[in-house]
Every structure is written in C-alpha cells, then in structure tokens.
C-alpha cells in the first residue's frame, strides 16, 4: 500500500504566473482534498474532490482550481499567483467524502516572489 | 460560524509532567472534532477523534458541549510526544476547520 504523495516538493515562482501541483491518493481512496497552510497557521481548507467532482469548496477565490483523474490523483491550480499564496499546500486522501480519517501528503512548498 | 481556537502556540513541559493542550470551538451544529499530530520532519496524521473515545499513545481527549472544549491530556509527558498538535473541527460541508496548532515542548 502506497501513501499520499505530492509533487513537486518546492517551488517557486513569480507573481502573476501560474502554478499546477499534483497528488496521489492512496491506494483505494477515492477522494482528495487540498489545503492551504500559511506559515505559523493551521492547514485552511481549499476544496474537495470525489469522484473526479468538486465536493465541497472553502472560502478560495475561482482561481484556485482542481482536477481529480479517473486514478483518482488529483491537481491544484492556481493562476495569477500572488505574493500571499505562499504556502504549505496539502492533499490528503480519504475512502468516501467522510472526513473521518484522511492521510495528508508531505506538502507542497510553494513561494511566490 | 466555524472556528477552532488553540490559545498557546507553545507548551513546553518536563517529562514526566501533565500535559494538556487546550482547544476550544464555535460550531452550531454537533461537533465532530479530532486531533491531528506532526513529528519532526513527518507528515500531519490523525491522533485521536472525540467519537471513538480512545486512547492513543497515552492521550486522551474529552469533548465538552457545554464548555465547548475538546482539550487534549496526557498524565506522564514523554520525549517521543514533542511535536505540533492541531485541533480540527468537522464543519459546514464535510470540511475540516484547524486550529493554528501548539507546539508541545517535552523537556527531559
């Protein structure tokens, strides 16, 4: 059984540019969510994946997007970066849409210059 | 609203000693609420969850309505437990709200 991975490890970028990262759910879970954590903060919920569906969306402006693939990886989008989505971004994967129990990936590392 | 609030970003104790991280929420509805933990250098992972009302390496967690608390315990602090300890609330929309976590310092 393999876990959730995420690539790439850092990044970085510059402002208004785009920006794609990537997650693979583990073995058997279908659904995937992505989150922002800010440095000094809790991980803050982006949106959620089942099914290769949005299931659910925090308060993130449209140009955060996403993708889930029928192997159930999924991707992050975001474009016109700006300085403040300088991040730790998390995927975690889960059986079902229940959030009872999601194993996180080891993040993104994402600056934004 | 929806908001998990952990009031001391650092909790440094000797080991041996009580710990007890607090963590208190706002949610109209019933609460589902979790503890997630991340060592040194490892990835966020679940600790405990208030429904199953377990015990895992020694912690314990008791959610209080009333209070509108779920602090976390353990009554004999080891090494092994520094780490940063985030609360997380099941929200509107089968999402998790975090707290901004607290660093749990074991001090041998």
């Known amino acids: 059984e393999t876990g959730v991975t995420q690539s790439p490890t850092h990044l970085i970028k510059t402002r208004g540019q785009q920006v794609t990262l990537r997650c693979s759910s583990q073995s058997g879970h279908n659904t995937v969510s992505w989150y922002q954590q800010a440095l000094g903060q809790g991980p803050q919920f982006i949106f959620q994946y089942y099914r290769e569906e949005e299931n659910g969306r925090g308060n993130f402006p449209p140009r955060f997007s996403g993708l889930q693939f029928p192997n159930y990886s999924s991707e992050l989008n975001v474009n016109a970066l700006e300085l403040d989505d300088s991040a730790l971004y998390l995927c975690?994967?889960?059986?079902?849409?229940?959030?009872?129990?999601?194993?996180f990936g080891p993040g993104t590392r994402l600056t934004v210059l | 609203a929806q908001r998990v609030t952990q009031p001391e970003k650092l909790l440094s104790v000797f080991k041996g000693a009580p710990v007890e991280l607090k963590c208190n929420y706002s949610?109209?509805?019933?609460?589902?609420l979790f503890w997630y933990v991340q060592y040194s250098r490892q990835r966020l992972q679940l600790l405990l969850r208030?429904?199953s009302r377990e015990s895992i390496k020694g912690f314990t967690a008791d959610l209080n309505k009333g209070e509108t608390s779920f602090h976390l315990k353990k009554p004999f602090a080891q090494e092994e437990d520094s780490a940063m300890y985030y609360c997380?609330?099941?929200?509107?929309?089968?999402?998790?709200?975090f707290g901004a976590g607290t660093i749990l310092r074991v001090k041998s």
């Open positions: 975690a994967s889960s059986q079902g849409t229940y959030v009872n129990e999601q194993f």
């Open positions: 997380a609330l099941k929200g509107y929309g089968n999402k998790l709200v």
């Open positions: 949610y109209s509805g019933s609460p589902e």
């Open positions: 208030h429904i």
